[in-house]
């Protein structure tokens, strides 16, 4: 199961720069265009815009997964290691409540707009929505995979986990 999880944040990391690499590349062909020859490419504009949202959402779900996201714990770290426990799996519930409401949202979305094209690509809209349903389900499984692990660690080696620095094997 590690290998299969592993492989698929490889594969998050390959669409983030594939990703990134096709905006820089669009962007800068139609400046270039507009400069230039005083025309422009819509689908390029709608397609980085696409590329970016993706792109956000994506590596949003690497940053929880890597505990790299910025955090002010000088509250957590006052408290003694029962509170702390507390704190934290209180915080971890109302991430989890906030991420369904992000998948109930994206997957209505999705729905409403599955026959909807976009204007310059004619590409089905839910494409565009399906990136919060990614995100929802990716983020929710993490999310329960530190619910479990603060629940099954004891007080007094919370220390751990609430200064993100969690022993993961890579």
């Known amino acids: 199961m590690s290998k299969l999880v592993q492989a698929y944040f490889r594969l998050l990391k390959i669409i983030i720069v594939t990703c990134l690499a096709a905006m820089v590349v669009m962007v800068f062909s139609n400046v270039v265009m507009r400069y230039a020859f005083n025309s422009g490419l819509p689908v390029s504009e ?4 696409w590329c970016f949202v993706w792109l956000t959402f994506l ?11 910025l955090g002010v714990d ?18 971890t519930l109302l991430m989890l409540y906030a991420t369904w409401l992000i998948l109930v949202g994206s997957v ?4 409403l707009n599955m026959g909807a094209t976009a204007p310059a690509t004619g590409l089905s809209q839910a494409w565009f ?42």
């Open 74 to 91: 000088i509250v957590i770290q006052a408290l003694r290691p029962m509170a702390r426990k507390v704190c934290l799996i209180i915080a």
């Open 129 to 170: 929505f399906g990136v919060g349903v990614v995100f929802a389900l990716s983020t929710g499984g993490i999310l329960l995979h530190q619910l479990y692990v603060l629940i099954k660690t004891p007080s007094e080696a919370i220390d751990t986990i609430a200064s993100n620095t969690e022993p993961r094997a890579e």
């Open 108 to 111: 209505d979305q999705t729905r």
């Open 59 to 69: 590596g949003s779900i690497l940053v929880l997964h890597e505990r790299a996201h």
């Open 46 to 49: 709608e397609l980085s815009r």
